[in-house]
Nanobody, 123 residues
Framework: QLQLVESGGGLVQPGGSLRLSCAAS????????IGWFRQAPGKEREGVSC????????NYADSVKGRFTISRDNAKKTVYLQMNSLKPEDTAIYYC????????????????WGQGTQVTVSS
C-alpha cells in the first residue's frame, strides 16, 4: 500500500517562503509522475505543479510560475515544492499525489493522495 505524507506547511507572511515535502512509503514511486494540488475554502481543487518520474520535465499552473519550484529525490522517495514570494491567494491545503504514468499532467491520472498540509499566507 502506497502512503504519501505531506509536511512543511504553516503560517507565513506575504512575500515569505515555505518548502513542502511529500514523502512516499510502502511502494516505489520512481517510475511515476508526482503532482502538487491545492484547495482553498469554497474553491475547487487545482493542480499547482507536477514533475515527471525522472525529474526532467515539470509543469506549473500559471498562477505559480516563477514563484514555485518542484523537485524530487527518488532515492529518498520524496518530492519537494519550494514556494517563494507567497501571496494570500496561495492560502490552501496542499496535497501531493502520484500519477499512474511517468509523464507530467496537471489534471488527470492521479491515483494516490496524501492527507494534505495547510499553508496560510497572512500578515
Amino acid at each position: 500500500q502506497l502512503q504519501l505524507v505531506e509536511s512543511g506547511g504553516g503560517l507565513v507572511q506575504p512575500g515569505g517562503s515555505l518548502r513542502l515535502s511529500c514523502a512516499a512509503s510502502g511502494l516505489s514511486v520512481e517510475h511515476a509522475a508526482i503532482g502538487w494540488f491545492r484547495q482553498a475554502p469554497g474553491k475547487e481543487r487545482e493542480g499547482v505543479s507536477c514533475i515527471s518520474s525522472s525529474g526532467g520535465s515539470t509543469n506549473y499552473a500559471d498562477s505559480v510560475k516563477g514563484r514555485f519550484t518542484i523537485s524530487r529525490d527518488n532515492a529518498k522517495k520524496t518530492v519537494y515544492l519550494q514556494m517563494n514570494s507567497l501571496k494570500p491567494e496561495d492560502t490552501a491545503i496542499y496535497y501531493c499525489a502520484v500519477r499512474l504514468f511517468s509523464v507530467c499532467d496537471l489534471f488527470h491520472g492521479y491515483a494516490y493522495w496524501g492527507q494534505g498540509t495547510q499553508v496560510t499566507v497572512s500578515s
